[in-house]
């Protein structure tokens, strides 16, 4: 039974923490595919500049002897993912907006993208340095550890506040999201301006507000992925960089341009990491005076350093299997 | 003064101009058709319209306003619609949805319109909280027609309604054309079904190699020997 | 070449002449030696982006092979290895190795006993688990016994350019089953996938301490032609030694780019290049003349992956040692992309001269924003808010900011490169 609660604490609460952050991240880096039509690199860097942004607010915040009971890293978030949503937008109307009114092909666009990353990351680091940098230096975690009433069991199911808080976030994300695509106008705007752009334009929607508003969405969903990465973990320069690519393959497994396809995806992945790296001999060690063999003492389907790759074998196996992503996004 | 006028308008792709000198005027109670052959600029001539293409020399006015390569989605709220040939419906979106993105222009309450445009097209009240990629091809169809009529336009375009419909589909989506014209709202068409087309056409333009060939009322051009056998494959009807 | 080709390359050769005389010509020779082992990589990027249209952000992982080719290829050998079991052993795995692959085979091929379906599938599945976990029943053994007693599998100890054939060899290799499985995926999917595959190589060589010694790193791994020690021991001045043995390694590596440079222009001249450059144009067209456009692609693709893991393993030879863990996606994909697209992409002068230039760019950022960074300092110092911190890491982490604004600089105002591709028919659609 403990070996379960073992289970339950490193798998199935790090695989809902990871699998919220990949899946905040992947909602926008398919919004932004569907509406644009391209694969936003800069989206890691952009989650790690909100977890900057966010980590500045906070030292203002502490320095000014405002404290509240949740850490202030998610109190300043609303503020970090306004701040966030405008430089988004900043940077389409500086990097991408000028190449798609020269008709730029989505490739350009690509390589367009991994410049302003590069400049993203050179910033940071002028600024910052490359050392890592902890939301917690003043505060502490508020750790939760709720005893199990069965006999015999002495461990207890661990989480931090900072992770509980995480999933509360990304629920009111999520609805919130769900919402706007299927209740509001501009919602349904941008649902259309994703299934058929030359059909919206041709029924009057104003394309560039669908546009404005999807780097909005993407920007400040990407701040709050970086951040509840951060609070988690902690912040360093390249946090993102390694992040990118599993929220890619997120955002294309569950087909691109289908929002609630991200969202799978980036629980599928968070899972699968956590649930390949799990010592699944654990589990066996209750059975070990019932068998007459000895038990293997590791039984992880991958080593630790491996983890990231657990993402591109899943994305190589959808890939072939259903290249358009589960939900059936947009085509090879 | 015409509802739309369009004079010696030339443009295309930007390769090689597709339009030569197009001429064109109707008002807001006819149901103008444009037949002709392939390549003759017929379908190029609505999107150059419709601010789809570039317009190198000549003008465009509707309702008496220079629009000449406007962007659409200023022209959708000044009156004018238009259905394309292909890919004219949102298919991950249900029917509904597709109507009111048809009023996204619009500020006020459209339901009244709604009422109107499933009165018109029945089907489509049965179906209205399917995706539209689910539908035939006729409902499809009425679906692009209802999305394009929810903006109250007084031009509605529509470029090649029948195409790819059975015979069936075809007649109905004629008589609903002409049920839509008597409710008001202007029709300029490409057809290439010509003959079923002009047979209601009150203004009709044959179109050939970027210029006008023919110009009259439906029934003149199907009386036509001349345009009978060039355009109709045959013999004129009396 | 072009007018305007020629005065960039004279450009170039004046910033090299700068460069020596600021920083020395032992520090300008080590440079160049690098600079043009890059032009190779960057041509074998040239092939497949500008010739083939295709999208390889994974070129980290075919230099790493490279690399590791021609260390085991050229290191000496480790004779606590071949006296060991840890032969034997090894050959255990391969054939452990072997035998799952055979299963695997044969159960994708059950459908020819009659096997179908879902059962077919199940056996798949079924099939791999158990060639898995064969596999690791006989290499992890194989792993722990190496390292704990012979360290590691050791070298070959055959020449230097040797390893480099291997190098490209190997690259082949991965680019062959790469390609396989990712061609006929759409560009931007092919990228991802690309660097899919670059980690996966690089997390199995950080990791294969037995294979590579993982961050123990190699060393020293040996020149095709003389060190500057053995120059110095035959009497040569230190100073000298250096100029000269790398120049000796330059001569080389100059022959070798331009032996396969010549042969690319000529394909490119011919009707290969021209069925090439149709295919990337509209693939679609191309497909229904009859040609077969992935295993055209699958060519191209290997080709440049060739080039690229001879490039790594020239890189690796000079600087002498093999270290999986000091790969880096910005140094070793992105720079590539950047000499390709900013030198021109579909023009093999365009690829050679990105490559020279923003290497040097690259090389010379570092120690001239240091010099910034100093004299700002020494003004901030005067005005009384002290130096800057951390001089050395920002400086080098202006590389970083240098780069990106380079490729966001260039797609603005050139998008086609500085040299760009050459169209030679009127009227087409250039790319």
């Known amino acids: 039974m403990n070996e379960l609660i073992f289970f339950f604490n490193t798998v199935l609460v790090s695989g809902t923490v990871l699998g919220s952050i990949y899946a905040i991240g992947a909602i926008g880096v398919t919004l932004i595919f569907g509406i644009l039509r391209f694969a936003h690199f800069a989206h890691g860097d952009m989650m790690t500049m909100g977890g900057f942004i966010a980590f500045l607010l906070a030292a203002a915040f502490s320095a000014m002897g405002i404290v509240a009971p949740v850490p202030t890293g998610f109190l300043v978030l609303p503020i970090a993912m306004v701040i966030a949503a405008f430089i988004a937008l900043g940077i389409d109307k500086g990097f991408y907006a000028p190449l798609r009114k020269r008709g730029a092909k989505p490739v350009t666009l690509l390589i367009a993208s991994i410049g302003v990353t590069l400049i993203i990351q050179g910033l940071i680091r002028l600024f910052f340095g490359s050392g890592s940098y902890s939301f917690f230096e003043t505060e502490t975690k508020q750790l939760f550890k709720i005893p199990i009433p069965i006999e015999g069991v002495t461990r207890t199911i661990n989480f931090t506040q900072p992770q509980l808080l995480m999933v509360v976030v990304t629920v009111i994300a999520v609805l919130a999201l769900h919402l706007f695509l299927t209740r509001s106008r501009l919602g349904k705007a941008m649902r259309a301006m994703a299934d058929n752009a030359d059909l919206a334009q041709v029924s009057g929607i104003n394309t560039k507000l669908v546009v404005r508003v999807t780097w909005i969405i993407a920007g400040a969903l990407a701040c709050m992925a970086g951040t509840m990465l951060a609070l988690d973990v902690s912040l360093k320069p390249d946090l993102a960089f390694n992040i990118v690519l599993p929220i890619f393959a997120a955002a294309i497994v569950g087909g691109l341009g289908q929002a609630y396809g991200a969202i799978a995806g980036g629980f599928l992945i968070g899972f699968a990491e956590t649930l390949a790296i799990f010592n699944w001999a654990i589990l066996l060690r209750p059975f070990k005076d019932m068998v007459p063999f000895a038990l293997p003492t590791d039984l992880a389907v991958v080593p630790t350093e491996y983890k990231l790759t657990v993402a591109f074998v899943i994305l190589v196996i959808v890939l072939l299997w259903r290249p358009t992503g589960i939900f059936k996004g947009a085509s090879t | 003064m015409s509802l739309i006028e369009i004079k010696d308008v030339v443009g295309g792709y930007g390769g090689a101009p597709i339009l030569n000198g197009v001429n064109i005027a109707i008002e807001q109670s006819d149901i103008g058709v444009i037949v002709g052959p392939n390549g003759a600029g017929k379908s190029t001539t609505l999107k150059a319209i419709f601010g789809l293409l570039k317009v190198d020399s000549g003008s465009i006015a509707f309702a008496g306003e220079e629009i000449t390569n406007s962007l659409p989605d200023r022209l959708v709220p000044k009156g004018l619609s238009f259905v394309p040939q292909e890919k004219n419906v949102f298919t991950s979106m249900s029917v509904e949805e597709n109507l009111e993105m048809g009023?996204?222009?619009?500020?006020?309450?459209?339901?009244?319109t709604l009422d109107w445009v499933y009165d018109m097209f029945p089907p489509l009240l049965e179906k209205r909280h399917q995706k539209a990629g689910e539908l035939s091809g006729g409902q499809r169809q009425m679906v692009a027609m209802g999305r394009a009529l929810m903006s109250q336009p007084r031009l509605l375009m529509l470029d090649e309604p029948s195409a790819g419909l059975s015979p069936r589909y075809v007649l109905e989506i004629f008589d609903q054309i002409v049920k839509v014209n008597k409710a008001g709202v202007g029709i300029l068409m490409v057809e290439q079904n010509a003959r079923q087309a002009l047979a209601f056409a009150s203004k009709g333009f044959v179109l050939a190699n970027g210029q006008n060939r023919f110009t009259g009322t439906g029934a003149e051009l199907i009386a036509d020997p001349d345009v009978a056998k060039s355009f109709l494959g045959g013999e004129a009807k009396r | 070449m072009t007018q305007r080709a020629l005065i960039l390359f004279?450009?170039?050769?004046?910033?090299?002449?700068?460069?020596?005389?600021?920083?020395?010509?032992?520090?300008?020779?080590?440079?160049l030696v690098q600079s043009f082992a890059f032009a190779l990589i960057a041509l074998g990027l040239n092939i497949q982006w500008g010739y083939g249209g295709l999208f390889n952000f994974g070129i980290m992982g075919f230099l790493m092979v490279g690399g590791f080719a021609v260390t085991f290829v050229s290191y000496p050998v480790n004779g606590s290895f071949w006296s060991s079991e840890g032969p034997f052993?090894?050959?255990?795995?391969?054939?452990?190795?072997?035998?799952?692959?055979?299963?695997?085979?044969?159960?994708?091929?059950?459908?020819?006993?009659?096997?179908?379906?879902a059962w077919k599938t199940a056996l798949v599945i079924v099939a791999w688990s158990v060639a898995y976990i064969v596999y690791r029943s006989q290499i992890d053994p194989a792993v722990k016994y190496i390292e704990a007693n012979a360290g590691w599998v050791g070298g070959l100890g055959l020449h230097p350019v040797l390893g480099w054939a291997f190098g490209g060899l190997l690259a082949a290799g991965i680019a062959y089953i790469v390609g396989r499985i990712c061609l006929g995926l759409r560009t931007d999917y092919l990228a991802i996938a690309t660097i899919g595959i670059s980690e996966i190589i690089r997390a199995l060589l950080k990791n294969m301490d037995w294979l590579t010694r993982g961050t123990l790193t190699v060393s020293p791994v040996p020149w095709p032609t003389p060190i500057p020690q053995d120059l110095q021991a035959q009497g040569i001045s230190i100073a000298n030694s250096f100029i000269i043995a790398r120049l000796g390694y330059l001569a080389i590596v100059i022959v070798i780019l331009a032996l396969i440079f010549f042969l690319v222009q000529r394909a490119y001249g011919g009707p290969w290049g021209r069925m090439m450059r149709a295919i990337r144009d509209n693939h679609i067209a191309a497909a229904s003349m009859g040609k077969n456009v992935t295993a055209r692609q699958l060519e191209i693709f290997i080709l440049g992956s060739v080039m690229m893991g001879i490039g790594g393993a020239i890189l690796v030879s000079f600087g002498q040692i093999y270290d999986p863990g000091s790969y880096q996606p910005i140094n070793h994909t992105f720079?590539?992309?950047?000499?390709v697209i900013v030198g021109g992409a579909g023009n093999n002068w365009g690829a050679v001269f990105g490559a020279l230039l923003i290497y040097i760019t690259w090389m010379i950022s570092d120690p001239v924003s240091q010099f910034l960074f100093n004299s700002i300092s020494a003004q901030t110092s005067e005005w009384g808010w002290g130096a800057i911190p951390e001089i050395q890491s920002r400086a080098s982490q202006m590389r970083v900011l240098v780069l990106g604004l380079v490729i966001t600089v260039a797609l603005r105002f050139a998008p086609r490169g500085l040299i760009p591709e050459v169209v030679k028919r009127e009227g087409e659609r250039a790319t």
């Open chain 3, 89 to 117: 052993m090894l050959a255990r795995a391969a054939l452990a190795f072997a035998a799952g692959a055979l299963l695997v085979v044969g159960a994708r091929n059950g459908h020819r006993i009659g096997i179908r379906g």
């Open chain 3, 335 to 339: 720079l590539i992309w950047v000499m």
């Open chain 2, 103 to 112: 009023a996204f222009t619009r500020k006020d309450d459209f339901s009244t």
């Open chain 3, 10 to 31: 004279v450009g170039l050769f004046i910033l090299f002449l700068a460069v020596g005389w600021t920083m020395g010509a032992a520090n300008t020779s080590l440079l």
